[in-house]
Structures are given as structure tokens and as C-alpha cells.
């Protein structure tokens, strides 16, 4: 299941698909759906008030071993609840030790009684990189802070989970509990979560097994009105006694009685009661002798045949049995109280009670459980419960199956994040099938690498590249070969990766699954990095829209936060600011509060409102950029947020706090095993040094870092081309520039050019040639104008803004704003701005004087229109004016009129 997974009033909805099969929604339903209160029960008012009075804290703990009716008391509390709360329910199994699995259920759960809740912790899923407990969690829990009436969440059966993280999880949320929420958990043993101290702070309630134990009085109701004998009370007391007020020990002391009662009559139940002994050992063996005994040959029979299922249906009973009245049995079972607990409302799933699925599990030889494991895994598959069909697969021992199945389910697996679940199966074959399956090899490759467990990840990543491919499906090559591309670029080589991504990507054609648009992601990072940008634009342009069709918010975010900066390269601020815009608003959560994916878009969208000078909604963007990205533990985007934040705060005059946002930023980075990382934030010190006047140790940081004008990164090349032009030489740093203008030139990167120009206009400015410096800052205002591109000339200070009021002609409007955005001591006086104005426009000056418009000027002239628009530039600019009416006024003030 997924974070697109809910339940509707008669359908469940499964990864965006809708599944409308009876037993597939049935099925789903008895993990979180409440179980029906069982008739006849007895009704526990002394528990029952425990559980009302624990409802107030933030944990009730019900532990105690099998059979002393856990699941049943908190089922007859919900029943019987006067204050009608609202209570979610999750029962877990061995298949629920995977974090993600984990979670997409919680939340499926919660969604019953409080729909669209976990949006946020669910968008999180079905990325390369499962997220912590903790960040599942703190989205989870800020969700239900604002629900309108609180949620009791039941965890019954605890004591299956063994995965740590997911107890990490419950342990946050314990911790961090809000009002609106109150736990239940039902266990057989102590959880690995820290009871100590909840105790010592009062935050748990508990129900032990000296507390579910049966009373006299209740055991005397339970064997007599549930279980329909008719015990006198020294008789109820010996059982009592000699159970030890064990519910399920009592329970096959009844139906022992009951077959004594019809054979041999009320005058032996006496002695019978005599003979029971209530130890564990015994009572199963007293199972064996006594109550199977009693049952005709076909009930014993269909008992032992369908003992190895988890969970029970009259379909799926039949496949195993070879019978066509399950359904008949299932329901005589049920009647006769024989162990066999109903899960819904509708009596089409059961579970037998784990003690008798035990015993009847120890009975069948190795042969039998496999024969009768390989007759689940074909129905499971057959009615599309493919988890469940590898599960029995493998009991089963059946390799070939095995491998055939997860290679039908592996893509949709993946999608959904279930990134362990899948570990889990190929680690539960033998390793030999793995190696010899160059495919699955690839698979826990990829899968080890993505767990830190790089040293174990390299021993299958060469028998995925050699073993025997024949037979291999395409789609499963082309995983491998995307697995390729992913470690090369990891390994520093886009190159190859660029490779191994189109290989893998024609394997695939148009599939339209996980790995094709996980494909066309690693392909679109490659040629990013590899420099071929343009075409890295249409890739990821790709990838975000795929992503978005398979309802996956990773990669569909993920491509837009390296799409949108290549975009602002090429010179489409405004389209990248719409984009994420848009994708900003589209995921948030029930209580319209971003989701963590969204961070991926929130820190490009901070750096574009840094670009068009916008600074308080850069900061806002880019604080809760960095904030989700950390919650998400993406640590590229989260540098990315904090050199922009260093250098906004930097040049609002927050220095300290610049300094320390880089701080941070440099101990995160250390973190990472990627250069590349190291030298964005050693770049970002430099720059924040040479604007300070420090080049000394600028040049310190970049020297150390391998930083020069070879460097593959054109952030890096542009620093250091700064650092050469602080240090006085701005020939060099020239060469520098016309490098990356030649390969912005060469793929239509209008952005990068804005910078580069404006780096070579302050180069010929240093080397004494103004008329080229006014040329080139003249191109730059050009590119830069209808984008609104403005923190790259703000930000280069007074040296620019000299040069500015003679470029008016270029950009009027623009300019004029640019330099009444500059500090007022960087912009030269009128007086010293003002330009000789020729003889021509002193008498056009003359004309607008008198009303007369831009054709009348030119006729009265002889010029053509265009030669008057020109001379209009020119007059603006050099009078400093924005349109026709200052420019008269500014002249009668110079005395020009």
C-alpha cells in the first residue's frame, strides 16, 4: 500500500488503481478493520474501565501471552465505548516488518475515521532513499495535531515487529504524542521501546497477564452461557484453578467437556473435569487427544490442510483442499467455537487462533507444507496479492517461482517504496539463486548500496553484470543497467552514466513503470553533470511528468528541483518561478501546510525571489526549504538552501548569521563521501570572502579546495574568476569568462551569459576599456530585462552601478530600477551622469517641449522613426529619466531648455 491507498465506502484503492476484487478488499480491510465483538463474550467491566481511564495518557500497553484475550477485550471496549471515539485499528504481521509497509498502513488505518490524513509521511514514499522514522513521524503527527476530535490508535499483535526502525518510529511518536492521538498496543511479550522511562513519567497505563487472567465468577460465564455447559461451581473453580485463568486453556477445556457430554453424558463431566490439567505442555497435547479427536475425519482433515494460511477464505481454502464447500465448513467451525476468529463483518476471512495453527503446523511433514504452500502462492497470484503469493513461494522452496514472481512484482513494488520488503525476499533466497540471476543480483545490489551496505553491495555487483543473462525479461536488464548508471554517477562519472542510462532507457521503450522514470532521472542528473544541460532539460522534463502520472512525488519533485535551476541557466526565470510555483501549492496536506517533498521546490523557488531581488520572500522560501529538506534527509538540496540563505543573509548585512548558516552547512557536507559537496560550500565561503575585501583568504579556500579554472563546475570557474579579478588580474580572468561564454553561447544558456557578461564588462572596466565594459553590461541588461534578472548586477556593487546610467537607451524602465535599488552612495550624482547631448537630440528635446509626437519629431527631422526612438534612449539615459515628461523636466533643470 501507499500514501494514494484508502479505503472508500466499497472499494480500496492500491497504488492509484482501483481494486474492486471482494477478497482482495476484504482481505486488506481485516489489517484495519476493527475485529466484530465476538457473541456470547464476557464483558470484562473491570478492564474495561482500565482501558477508559488509559485512554486519557498517551499510551495504554496490554501484554500477556496467547490466548488471555487481548484483541477481544479492546474490541468489547470499542463496542461498548459510550463517548463514541473514533478509534483506528492496524493488526500486524510478520510481513509488517518493513518501515514503509508499516506506515502506508498506519495511515491507511487513521484514513478510516479521518480521511486525507497522511498525505505528508506517505508523499515521502517510493523514492531511492526510504526516509527515517523520525521524519515519518513528525509529518504524521503535525497532521493530526489539527484533526477536529481525537483518534485512538489500536497496534494489535506487536510482538511480531523486529525491524528497529519501526520501533524507533513508535517510540517518536510516544515521545511526541499530541492530544488528538492515544496509543493501544496488544502484545504477547515486552516491546523493545523505552518502558522504563514512560513509567517513570507516568505516560503509560498497563494491562498484564495477572490482569487478563479469568475471575471465578468470569470463568464461571465464559463455560457455562459462551460455551454452553451447565458446571457447577466447585467444578469451575477446579478449572479455574488449574488454568490459572487462562482463557484459551479454559476454552479446550470446554470443548473437551462438550464431546464428553454428548458420548458419555452429564453424569461423567465431573470426573472428566477431574483429569484436565491446565499446563501449556498438556494442553496442547490434550488439543491433539481430545478435541481434534472429536471431530469427524473431513473437519480434521481441512484443519490440517489449511493450517499453513496466515489468514483464511472459503476460496482460497478450496484451492488447498481441493473441495468446493469451504465456505459450509468454515461457518460450522465458527459455530462450534473451535478456535476460528472471524476478521470482518461479512464472515469471508478468518484466522485461526495461533495456538491451533501451531500445533496443526508441527503435524504436517516438510513434504505437505511445501505441496500445500505452492497450492496458496498460485491462488494468491492468481486474485492479485502478489506480496502474499512470494511469501508462500518461498516457504514453499520453490526458487523458479520465487524468481518468476518477484520479477512480476518487483517494479510495482519499488514504486511504493517497499525498498526492504523486496531485501527481504532476496535475502530469504538462497545466495546462489542470486548470483546466477543477474537480475536479482542487480536488484540487492542496488538495494545494499541504497542501505549504506556499500562492501556487501559491491560482492553482487559484479555477478550482475556477468552472470548469465538468457532469459532475463528487458525490463529487468534495463534495470541493471540503470543500477550502472546510478553507481557511476555516485562514483563521479556522469559520462558513462549517460551511457549505461540510454541503454537502459531503450530496453524500456515507453513503459511507463518505476525504473523508466527512474531511468530518465538518472539520465536527466547525468547529462547535468556531465555538462550537456539543454538536453538535460528535456530529460527531466521527461521524468517530472512520468512521475506525476505514476504518483510518485519524489521523482516528480525531485526532477523539477534540478530542472528548475537549468531552466533559470537558460534564461527563464519567470517560466522556473510559474513551475514551482504552481508545484508549491499543488502538495500540501490536509491542513494546507507544505509537504516535506515539497522542499525540493521551495529552495530553487528561494533562490529565483534572491534573483529578482524579492529578499524577504527568498528567506521565507528558503528557511522552510532547508527545514523539509533536512526533514527529508536530502542533503544536496539542503547545501543548495543554505549557500543561498549564507549569501541573502550576507548581503542584508547579517554577517554573523551568514557565517554561521555556512558553518552548518560545511558540517553537513563533511558528512557526505561527495567532493562535490565540500567544494559548493568552500565556493560559497570564498565568494562570501571576496565580498567582505578578504582575497587573501579567498584564495586560501579555493587553493585548498582544488578549486581553479579547470574545474568541471561553472559555479566554481565563476568564483574563481572573481578571485582573479580581486587580486588584479582581469586578463585572466577574461580567459576564464570567455570559456563559459563560449559553451553557454554554444547551448543557449541566456542565464549563465547575464552572469558572464556581466563579469567581463567589470573586467575591461579593471583593464581601462570602458567602452567595451558599457558593451558587454549592455548585452547583459538585454538578456536580463524581460526575466527581471536583478541580483546579479545588485550584487556586484558600486563598480556596476557606475556603468549603468549610461546604458538607460537599453532597458529604461529596468535600469532606472536597478540603480534606485542600489545604495545611494554606490550611484554617481546627476551631474557627473549627465552625458554630452548632441545637437540632434537637444532638438528633439526642443519638440517634446512643445507636445509632438514620436512620428511628428521625426518628420519635422527628415529621420526615420526608429533613428528618433534611438536618439529618445539615448536622451533618457544621459538625463537619467524614465519617459518624455521627466526628460523636459530634467532639461529645464540642466538648463538644456
Given at each position: 500500500?501507499?500514501?494514494?491507498?484508502?479505503?472508500?465506502?466499497?472499494?480500496?484503492?492500491?497504488?492509484?488503481?482501483?481494486?474492486?476484487?471482494?477478497?482482495?478488499?476484504?482481505?486488506?480491510?481485516?489489517?484495519?478493520?476493527?475485529?466484530?465483538?465476538?457473541?456470547?463474550?464476557?464483558?470484562?467491566?473491570?478492564?474495561?474501565?482500565?482501558?477508559?481511564?488509559?485512554?486519557?495518557?498517551?499510551?495504554?500497553?496490554?501484554?500477556?501471552?496467547?490466548?488471555?484475550?487481548?484483541?477481544?477485550?479492546?474490541?468489547?471496549?470499542?463496542?461498548?465505548?459510550?463517548?463514541?471515539?473514533?478509534?483506528?485499528?492496524?493488526?500486524?504481521?510478520?510481513?509488517?516488518?518493513?518501515?514503509?509497509?508499516?506506515?502506508?498502513?498506519?495511515?491507511?488505518?487513521?484514513?478510516?475515521?479521518?480521511?486525507?490524513?497522511?498525505?505528508?509521511?506517505?508523499?515521502?514514499?517510493?523514492?531511492?532513499?526510504?526516509?527515517?522514522?523520525?521524519?515519518?513521524?513528525?509529518?504524521?503527527?503535525?497532521?493530526?495535531?489539527?484533526?477536529?476530535?481525537?483518534?485512538?490508535?489500536?497496534?494489535?499483535?506487536?510482538?511480531?515487529?523486529?525491524?528497529?526502525?519501526?520501533?524507533?518510529?513508535?517510540?517518536?511518536?510516544?515521545?511526541?504524542?499530541?492530544?488528538?492521538?492515544?496509543?493501544?498496543?496488544?502484545?504477547?511479550?515486552?516491546?523493545?521501546?523505552?518502558?522504563?522511562?514512560?513509567?517513570?513519567?507516568?505516560?503509560?497505563?498497563?494491562?498484564?497477564?495477572?490482569?487478563?487472567?479469568?475471575?471465578?465468577?468470569?470463568?464461571?460465564?465464559?463455560?457455562?452461557?459462551?460455551?454452553?455447559?451447565?458446571?457447577?461451581?466447585?467444578?469451575?473453580?477446579?478449572?479455574?484453578?488449574?488454568?490459572?485463568?487462562?482463557?484459551?486453556?479454559?476454552?479446550?477445556?470446554?470443548?473437551?467437556?462438550?464431546?464428553?457430554?454428548?458420548?458419555?453424558?452429564?453424569?461423567?463431566?465431573?470426573?472428566?473435569?477431574?483429569?484436565?490439567?491446565?499446563?501449556?505442555?498438556?494442553?496442547?497435547?490434550?488439543?491433539?487427544?481430545?478435541?481434534?479427536?472429536?471431530?469427524?475425519?473431513?473437519?480434521?482433515?481441512?484443519?490440517?490442510?489449511?493450517?499453513?494460511?496466515?489468514?483464511?477464505?472459503?476460496?482460497?481454502?478450496?484451492?488447498?483442499?481441493?473441495?468446493?464447500?469451504?465456505?459450509?465448513?468454515?461457518?460450522?467451525?465458527?459455530?462450534?467455537?473451535?478456535?476460528?476468529?472471524?476478521?470482518?463483518?461479512?464472515?469471508?476471512?478468518?484466522?485461526?487462533?495461533?495456538?491451533?495453527?501451531?500445533?496443526?503446523?508441527?503435524?504436517?511433514?516438510?513434504?505437505?507444507?511445501?505441496?500445500?504452500?505452492?497450492?496458496?502462492?498460485?491462488?494468491?497470484?492468481?486474485?492479485?496479492?502478489?506480496?502474499?503469493?512470494?511469501?508462500?513461494?518461498?516457504?514453499?522452496?520453490?526458487?523458479?517461482?520465487?524468481?518468476?514472481?518477484?520479477?512480476?512484482?518487483?517494479?510495482?513494488?519499488?514504486?511504493?517504496?517497499?525498498?526492504?520488503?523486496?531485501?527481504?525476499?532476496?535475502?530469504?533466497?538462497?545466495?546462489?539463486?542470486?548470483?546466477?540471476?543477474?537480475?536479482?543480483?542487480?536488484?540487492?545490489?542496488?538495494?545494499?548500496?541504497?542501505?549504506?551496505?556499500?562492501?556487501?553491495?559491491?560482492?553482487?555487483?559484479?555477478?550482475?553484470?556477468?552472470?548469465?543473462?538468457?532469459?532475463?525479461?528487458?525490463?529487468?536488464?534495463?534495470?541493471?543497467?540503470?543500477?550502472?548508471?546510478?553507481?557511476?554517477?555516485?562514483?563521479?562519472?556522469?559520462?558513462?552514466?549517460?551511457?549505461?542510462?540510454?541503454?537502459?532507457?531503450?530496453?524500456?521503450?515507453?513503459?511507463?513503470?518505476?525504473f523508466h522514470a527512474c531511468a530518465l532521472s538518472l539520465l536527466g542528473h547525468a547529462q547535468r553533470l556531465s555538462g550537456d544541460r539543454k538536453t538535460a532539460v528535456e530529460t527531466l522534463s521527461q521524468a517530472m511528468q512520468l512521475g506525476q502520472k505514476l504518483g510518485n512525488h519524489l521523482i516528480t519533485l525531485d526532477a523539477l528541483g534540478n530542472l528548475a535551476p537549468l531552466m533559470y541557466a537558460q534564461?527563464?526565470?519567470?517560466?522556473?518561478?510559474?513551475?514551482?510555483?504552481?508545484?508549491?501549492?499543488?502538495?500540501?496536506?490536509?491542513?494546507?501546510?507544505?509537504?516535506?517533498?515539497?522542499?525540493?521546490?521551495?529552495?530553487?523557488?528561494?533562490?529565483?525571489?534572491?534573483?529578482?531581488?524579492?529578499?524577504?520572500?527568498?528567506?521565507?522560501?528558503?528557511?522552510?526549504?532547508?527545514?523539509?529538506?533536512?526533514?527529508?534527509?536530502?542533503?544536496?538540496?539542503?547545501?543548495?538552501?543554505?549557500?543561498?540563505?549564507?549569501?541573502?543573509?550576507?548581503?542584508?548585512?547579517?554577517?554573523?548569521?551568514?557565517?554561521?548558516?555556512?558553518?552548518?552547512?560545511?558540517?553537513?557536507?563533511?558528512?557526505?563521501?561527495?567532493?562535490?559537496?565540500?567544494?559548493?560550500?568552500?565556493?560559497?565561503?570564498?565568494?562570501?570572502?571576496?565580498?567582505?575585501?578578504?582575497?587573501?583568504?579567498?584564495?586560501?579556500?579555493?587553493?585548498?579546495?582544488?578549486?581553479?579554472?579547470?574545474?568541471?563546475?561553472?559555479?566554481?570557474?565563476?568564483?574563481?574568476?572573481?578571485?582573479?579579478?580581486?587580486?588584479?588580474?582581469?586578463?585572466?580572468?577574461?580567459?576564464?569568462?570567455?570559456?563559459?561564454?563560449?559553451?553557454?553561447?554554444?547551448?543557449?544558456?541566456?542565464?549563465?551569459?547575464?552572469?558572464?557578461?556581466?563579469?567581463?564588462?567589470?573586467?575591461?572596466?579593471?583593464?581601462?576599456?570602458?567602452?567595451?565594459?558599457?558593451?558587454?553590461?549592455?548585452?547583459?541588461?538585454?538578456?536580463?530585462?524581460?526575466?527581471?534578472?536583478?541580483?546579479?548586477?545588485?550584487?556586484?556593487?558600486?563598480?556596476?552601478?557606475?556603468?549603468?546610467?549610461?546604458?538607460?537607451?537599453?532597458?529604461?524602465?529596468?535600469?532606472?530600477?536597478?540603480?534606485?535599488?542600489?545604495?545611494?552612495?554606490?550611484?554617481?550624482?546627476?551631474?557627473?551622469?549627465?552625458?554630452?547631448?548632441?545637437?540632434?537630440?537637444?532638438?528633439?528635446?526642443?519638440?517634446?517641449?512643445?507636445?509632438?509626437?514620436?512620428?511628428?519629431?521625426?518628420?519635422?527631422?527628415?529621420?526615420?522613426?526608429?533613428?528618433?526612438?534611438?536618439?529618445?534612449?539615448?536622451?533618457?539615459?544621459?538625463?537619467?529619466?524614465?519617459?518624455?515628461?521627466?526628460?523636459?523636466?530634467?532639461?529645464?533643470?540642466?538648463?538644456?531648455?
Amino acid at each position: 500500500m501507499t500514501g494514494r491507498d484508502y479505503l472508500a465506502a466499497d472499494q480500496l484503492t492500491v497504488s492509484g488503481c482501483s481494486v474492486s476484487s471482494p477478497e482482495y478488499s476484504l482481505l486488506l480491510k481485516t489489517k484495519i478493520g476493527i475485529p466484530p465483538p465476538r457473541p456470547q463474550l464476557v464483558s470484562r467491566s473491570r478492564l474495561l474501565m482500565r482501558l477508559a481511564e488509559g485512554a486519557s495518557g498517551p499510551l495504554t500497553l496490554i501484554s500477556g501471552p496467547a490466548g488471555f484475550g487481548k484483541t477481544t477485550l479492546i474490541s468489547d471496549w470499542i463496542s461498548t465505548d459510550d463517548d463514541c471515539r473514533r478509534v483506528a485499528w492496524f493488526s500486524l504481521d510478520q510481513d509488517d516488518n518493513d518501515l514503509v509497509r508499516f506506515v502506508s498502513y498506519l495511515v491507511a488505518a487513521l484514513q478510516i475515521v479521518e480521511p486525507g490524513i497522511g498525505r505528508a509521511p506517505l508523499s515521502l514514499l517510493g523514492s531511492l532513499q526510504t526516509p527515517t522514522p523520525k521524519a515519518l513521524m513528525v509529518q504524521l503527527l503535525n497532521e493530526i495535531v489539527d484533526v477536529p476530535a481525537p483518534i485512538v490508535l489500536v497496534l494489535d499483535d506487536y510482538h511480531v515487529i523486529e525491524d528497529p526502525e519501526i520501533d524507533a518510529a513508535v517510540t517518536f511518536a510516544v515521545n511526541h504524542l499530541p492530544e488528538q492521538l492515544r496509543l493501544i498496543i496488544a502484545t504477547r511479550g515486552e516491546p523493545k521501546l523505552p518502558l522504563p522511562r514512560w513509567r517513570a513519567l507516568d505516560r503509560i497505563t498497563e494491562i498484564g497477564l495477572e490482569d487478563l487472567r479469568f475471575s471465578d465468577e468470569e470463568a464461571a460465564l465464559f463455560l457455562n452461557r459462551t460455551m454452553g455447559l451447565e458446571l457447577d461451581a466447585e467444578s469451575v473453580k477446579v478449572l479455574e484453578t488449574r488454568t490459572e485463568g487462562w482463557i484459551a486453556g479454559l476454552q479446550m477445556a470446554a470443548l473437551s467437556l462438550r464431546g464428553h457430554l454428548r458420548v458419555e453424558g452429564v453424569n461423567h463431566l465431573a470426573e472428566a473435569v477431574e483429569t484436565f490439567s491446565g499446563e501449556h505442555r498438556y494442553v496442547i497435547d490434550y488439543l491433539a487427544a481430545e478435541v481434534l479427536r472429536q471431530q469427524p475425519k473431513e473437519i480434521r482433515v481441512f484443519l490440517r490442510q489449511t493450517a499453513v494460511l496466515d489468514r483464511l477464505c472459503a476460496s482460497l481454502c478450496d484451492a488447498l483442499t481441493d473441495r468446493t464447500d469451504s465456505r459450509l465448513i468454515l461457518t460450522q467451525l465458527e459455530q462450534a467455537n473451535l478456535f476460528l476468529i472471524r476478521l470482518d463483518d461479512h464472515r469471508q476471512w478468518y484466522r485461526y487462533h495461533q495456538l491451533l495453527a501451531d500445533f496443526l503446523r508441527v503435524d504436517l511433514s516438510a513434504g505437505e507444507q511445501a505441496a500445500l504452500h505452492r497450492k496458496a502462492s498460485a491462488w494468491y497470484e492468481a486474485n492479485g496479492f502478489g506480496t502474499e503469493a512470494v511469501k508462500h513461494s518461498l516457504a514453499a522452496g520453490d526458487i523458479s517461482t520465487t524468481v518468476s514472481l518477484i520479477r512480476t512484482h518487483v517494479d510495482g513494488m519499488l514504486c511504493r517504496g517497499e525498498f526492504p520488503a523486496v531485501l527481504a525476499w532476496l535475502e530469504a533466497l538462497p545466495d546462489s539463486a542470486i548470483r546466477v540471476h543477474g537480475d536479482l543480483a542487480g536488484y540487492k545490489a542496488w538495494l545494499l548500496y541504497l542501505r549504506g551496505r556499500i562492501e556487501e553491495a559491491e560482492t553482487y555487483s559484479a555477478p550482475a553484470h556477468t552472470a548469465e543473462h538468457a532469459g532475463i525479461p528487458p525490463t529487468h536488464q534495463a534495470t541493471l543497467l540503470a543500477f550502472q548508471a546510478f553507481l557511476a554517477i555516485n562514483r563521479g562519472n556522469p559520462e558513462k552514466a549517460v551511457v549505461f542510462a540510454r541503454q537502459a532507457l531503450d530496453e524500456l521503450r515507453e513503459s511507463g513503470s518505476f525504473f523508466h522514470a527512474c531511468a530518465l532521472s538518472l539520465l536527466g542528473h547525468a547529462q547535468r553533470l556531465s555538462g550537456d544541460r539543454k538536453t538535460a532539460v528535456e530529460t527531466l522534463s521527461q521524468a517530472m511528468q512520468l512521475g506525476q502520472k505514476l504518483g510518485n512525488h519524489l521523482i516528480t519533485l525531485d526532477a523539477l528541483g534540478n530542472l528548475a535551476p537549468l531552466m533559470y541557466a537558460q534564461g527563464r526565470l519567470r517560466e522556473a518561478m510559474l513551475l514551482c510555483c504552481e508545484n508549491v501549492e499543488r502538495y500540501v496536506d490536509v491542513r494546507g501546510k507544505p509537504l516535506a517533498v515539497a522542499g525540493l521546490v521551495y529552495v530553487p523557488l528561494g533562490v529565483f525571489f534572491y534573483e529578482i531581488n524579492e529578499l524577504d520572500s527568498s528567506r521565507r522560501n528558503l528557511i522552510t526549504g532547508i527545514a523539509l529538506c533536512q526533514q527529508l534527509g536530502m542533503v544536496y538540496y539542503t547545501l543548495m538552501g543554505q549557500r543561498s540563505l549564507a549569501k541573502l543573509q550576507h548581503v542584508s548585512g547579517e554577517r554573523e548569521a551568514a557565517w554561521d548558516t555556512l558553518t552548518a552547512a560545511r558540517r553537513l557536507a563533511e558528512k557526505s563521501e561527495n567532493p562535490r559537496r565540500w567544494r559548493l560550500i568552500d565556493a560559497a565561503a570564498a565568494e562570501l570572502q571576496l565580498r567582505e575585501g578578504n582575497v587573501a583568504a579567498a584564495a586560501r579556500t579555493l587553493d585548498k579546495a582544488g578549486i581553479s579554472a579547470e574545474s568541471s563546475s561553472e559555479f566554481e570557474r565563476l568564483i574563481y574568476a572573481r578571485l582573479l579579478l580581486a587580486q588584479n588580474q582581469p586578463r585572466t580572468a577574461e580567459r576564464v569568462l570567455n570559456a563559459l561564454e563560449t559553451a553557454a553561447i554554444k547551448e543557449e544558456r541566456n542565464g549563465s551569459l547575464i552572469t558572464v557578461y556581466v563579469l567581463q564588462a567589470l573586467c575591461k572596466r579593471a583593464a581601462g576599456n570602458r567602452a567595451a565594459a558599457l558593451d558587454r553590461l549592455g548585452q547583459a541588461l538585454s538578456l536580463a530585462s524581460s526575466p527581471g534578472y536583478r541580483r546579479v548586477f545588485l550584487d556586484e556593487g558600486p563598480a556596476v552601478a557606475a556603468l549603468l546610467p549610461q546604458l538607460r537607451h537599453v532597458a529604461p524602465a529596468f535600469v532606472i530600477e536597478l540603480l534606485q535599488a542600489f545604495p545611494r552612495e554606490a550611484v554617481p550624482t546627476p551631474d557627473a551622469l549627465a552625458g554630452p547631448v548632441s545637437k540632434t537630440q537637444l532638438e528633439i528635446l526642443r519638440l517634446l517641449d512643445f507636445g509632438l509626437t514620436n512620428q511628428e519629431i521625426a518628420d519635422k527631422l527628415g529621420i526615420s522613426i526608429g533613428t528618433a526612438k534611438w536618439h529618445l534612449h539615448q536622451i533618457f539615459g544621459k538625463l537619467q529619466v524614465r519617459n518624455r515628461t521627466e526628460a523636459v523636466t530634467k532639461a529645464r533643470e540642466q538648463g538644456l531648455l
